[in-house]
């Protein structure tokens, strides 16, 4: 704690004139790649040009952007959930159709062994695909 008269002296002392820019990248990384760019083209907002990101964007993609915009955010909430509902039932769909064609691999393989082996002690792939407990 400084004394009273000197109080001036050592609050002075601690002042920095140093100016703080982003001149410098080594002292100064840019955190976040692009955010320069981004804020760079922001700060002259009136151009006859749209911007990269929309410049890929097809008129179904505008229209649906507009779409979702317009939504309330329990319209938008449905909208969402009908999604994954709908990735969901592609998942279970997915999911059967490998069952079946790894079902379909392995009894090709199994058949010839079977014959081959002359024995029954290999499952029919049918056996494997029931809920009930192999014995």
Excluded: H
């Excluded at 981004?38 to 749209?50: E, G, Q, R, V």
């Excluded at 890929?56 to 779409?67: A, N």
Aim: aromatic share 6%; net charge negative.
């Amino acid at each position: 704690m400084a004394s009273p008269n000197g109080g001036d002296d050592f609050e002075s002392s601690l002042l920095s004139f140093e100016k703080l820019d982003r001149a410098s990248p080594d002292l100064w990384p840019e955190q976040l790649p692009g955010v320069a760019e981004f804020a760079a083209s922001c700060k002259n907002p009136i151009t006859n040009s749209p911007p990269k990101w929309m410049a890929e964007l097809e008129s179904e993609d505008i229209e649906m952007l507009k779409e979702l915009g317009s939504l309330t955010t329990a319209n938008l909430m449905e909208k969402v959930k009908g999604l994954q509902n709908l990735a969901y039932q592609l998942g279970l769909e997915e999911c059967k159709y490998m069952n079946d064609t790894t079902t379909a691999m392995l009894q090709v393989l199994i058949q010839p062994l079977r014959d081959a082996l002359k024995c029954s002690c290999l499952l029919p792939i049918s056996s494997l695909q029931s809920d009930e407990p192999v014995r």
